[in-house]
């Protein structure tokens, strides 16, 4: 019987067990991937994330892998391979995604009983579907990410589909093709190359240069778009990982990053158990706070038009870009949500869509927890002015993305508000012409928030409420 493998968040050759056990007995199977345009409706989806992925395949072709691409209904699709080649089995990994994609696949797996079609899921990564705690989470773990490498299937030959009614349209292809030249490109070839180059030349500055915007944009892996749309597997960069730690005599920044590489399936096990994370309150005791939605507010964040200059260069910054380091993810968040006093869901969505590395089962939960809706974490509300003059102390962040304020003196360029008449008339500088005023004030808006959210963090029920996440979702150290 032929074997038709399904590509999802798999996009790489190497370590793919799906991909792996798809060639046994010599089989040569179909290699397919579906671009389903009712994603372009979902609140989480970018075409910008279509881009990598476009690109991505692409690279897998360079390696002499035929994929299959299709465009349409995967109910539609699957029909029609059907139609071509009769009875198949169906090979994929399985995806921690958001309750639209678990609808997708449930579509999916009715169609395989209906029509007598077996489908295997494989795990990825190491998120593990099924578990109702976290007991034993963490040996599950470290066993699954030293395991061995599926062996890549390079000798194998694979075959080819009629695709002739699901090819993509071409407005659909010229917004691929027109992605912006800021955003890193696709492929599980160049994210080999990123780790080689991070292991060689940048791993033992990543600790130091984490939290300033620009030292983490050379210092970084960069990997974080390719481990989401699995380019590469956490299995590779953590055992390549592992054997350069040997080397090393100070182990503390590569240490940091491999720990991450385990709070990357740690925060996707949280969603893999929880879906309703992407729209629901973990704790219900914050369900009666930022419930309405400012507009006005809401753009001026979205568009980087705040007034303050850290959030507006972060902000501009990741619409060209797709990305942020997690400090300035975690200071937008806050700025949005506690500062500004938005409902979290409406700038999830938006900064879901515009991070080229948006891996839901990491952001939702992640942005709850800056949003303080949890109530097991603490309660961080960043200052933007502090944060700017610690972490980008030359304004080199701020100057290339809010270019009007780039001729100003250091002194200004964090604070322009501080600016008196006179010295705006010699920095040719007029605040709120040139630049727009700040649209809250920060140390008033910050009184509130952390009143308000602490009196409910410390309340009886929200307590309760935070016991049992912490049952569901905390990582038992016990074997």
Same mark, same amino acid.
């Given at each position: ?9 798999? #996009? ?31 609140? %989480? ?65 009715? *169609?395989? /009983? ?26 599950? *773990? ?18 080819? #589909? ?7 349209? %071409? ?7 027109? $992605? ?29 240069? #984490? ?13 974080? @778009? ?13 055992? @390549?990982?592992? +054997? ?42 914050? %369900? ?7 507009? /006005? ?50 700038? @999830? ?29 603490? +309660? ?8 700017? #003059?610690?972490?980008?102390? %030359? ?5 290339? *993305? ?68 912490? /049952?569901?979702?905390?990582? $038992? /150290?016990?074997?």
């Amino acid at each position: 019987m032929n074997n038709v493998v399904w590509l999802k968040r798999d #996009l790489r050759i190497s370590d793919n067990e799906a991909l792996s056990k798809s060639v046994a007995n010599n089989a040569s199977p179909y290699v397919i991937y579906i671009f389903n345009p009712a994603q372009l409706s979902w609140p %989480d989806v970018d075409i910008r994330h279509w881009t990598f992925i476009f690109q991505s395949l692409n690279d897998l072709r360079n390696q002499g892998l035929v994929v299959n691409t299709f465009y349409g209904d995967p109910l539609d699709v699957f029909d029609s391979i059907k139609q071509q080649i009769g009875e198949f089995n169906l090979l994929s990994h399985q995806e921690s995604g958001t309750e639209d994609s678990w609808r997708v696949d449930n579509e999916i797996k009715k *169609w395989t /009983k209906k029509n007598k079609i077996t489908w295997q899921e494989f795990q990825n990564n190491a998120v593990i579907r099924g578990i109702k705690n976290r007991n034993h989470w963490d040996a599950m *773990w470290i066993k699954k990410i030293k395991s061995p490498l599926y062996q890549s299937p390079e000798t194998y030959i694979f075959k080819s #589909l009629n695709t002739g009614d699901f090819k993509i349209p %071409d407005h659909i292809l010229e917004q691929i093709f027109n $992605s912006n030249h800021h955003m890193i490109p696709g492929g599980e070839s160049k994210a080999h190359n990123l780790l080689k180059t991070f292991l060689a030349e940048k791993v033992d500055e990543y600790w130091g240069s #984490l939290s300033y915007p620009e030292k983490s944009r050379y210092y970084c892996s960069f990997l974080s @778009a390719h481990i989401s749309y699995g380019n590469i597997s956490l299995k590779q960069i953590y055992q @390549a990982c592992e +054997i350069e730690r040997k080397n090393k005599s100070n182990k503390k920044s590569i240490d940091q990053y491999m720990a991450r590489l385990k709070w990357h399936c740690h925060f996707i096990q949280k969603f893999e158990m929880d879906t309703s994370i992407q729209y629901q309150n973990m704790n219900a005791s914050f %369900d009666h706070i930022r419930k309405k939605s400012d507009r /006005k507010l809401f753009k001026a964040w979205r568009d980087g038009q705040t007034g303050y200059p850290l959030i507006d260069a972060a902000m501009r910054c990741v619409k060209e870009t797709g990305y942020l380091n997690f400090r300035l993810r975690s200071t937008v968040v806050s700025f949005l949500t506690h500062i500004l006093w938005q409902p979290w869901k409406p700038g @999830a969505d938006h900064l879901a869509k515009m991070f080229l590395d948006y891996e839901p089962g990491i952001h939702y939960p992640q942005f709850q927890m800056q949003a303080a809706t949890t109530g097991v974490h603490t +309660i961080r509300i960043y200052n933007p002015i502090k944060q700017s #003059l610690e972490k980008d102390k %030359d304004a080199t962040f701020i100057k290339t *993305w809010v270019p009007e304020l780039a001729n100003l003196s250091t002194e200004f360029i964090h604070r322009p508000w501080q600016m008196t008449p006179l010295e705006e008339g010699m920095n040719d500088f007029v605040y709120g012409k040139d630049y727009p005023k700040r649209i809250v004030d920060f140390e008033q808006r910050q009184k509130f928030a952390r009143e308000k959210l602490w009196a409910i963090k410390q309340s009886p029920q929200s307590r309760n409420r935070s016991i049992d996440i912490l /049952k569901k979702h905390s990582r $038992s /150290k016990r074997v």
